[in-house]
């Protein structure tokens, strides 16, 4: 199964940047890595876009921070 981060509103673009940066670095120690991040920014976004996904199966487990 493969894994996909997805943020739903907040901070995206400071988080984005963060993850950004933090790519830089890890490719700089040649590190190989693969990662999925989908931010939207509400939850009626994130409910429009899983509209008519019958296809697929989505767990989402909630984190508060």
């Given amino acids: 199964m493969k894994s ?6 907040g901070a995206m673009e400071d988080e984005a940047s963060r993850r950004f940066i933090d790519a ?3 490719a700089e120690r040649g590190e190989t890595f693969h990662e999925r ?18 296809n697929r199966e989505f767990i989402v ?4 921070r």
Avoid: D, M, Q, Y
Wanted: glycine content about 10%; hydrophobic content about 40%; some cysteine.
């Fill in 4 to 9: 996909v981060k997805i943020t739903v509103g």
């Fill in 37 to 54: 991040h989908h931010a939207f920014e509400s939850w009626e976004t994130l409910s429009r876009v899983l509209t008519g996904s019958a």
């Fill in 24 to 26: 830089g670095h890890r």
């Fill in 61 to 64: 487990l909630p984190v508060c």
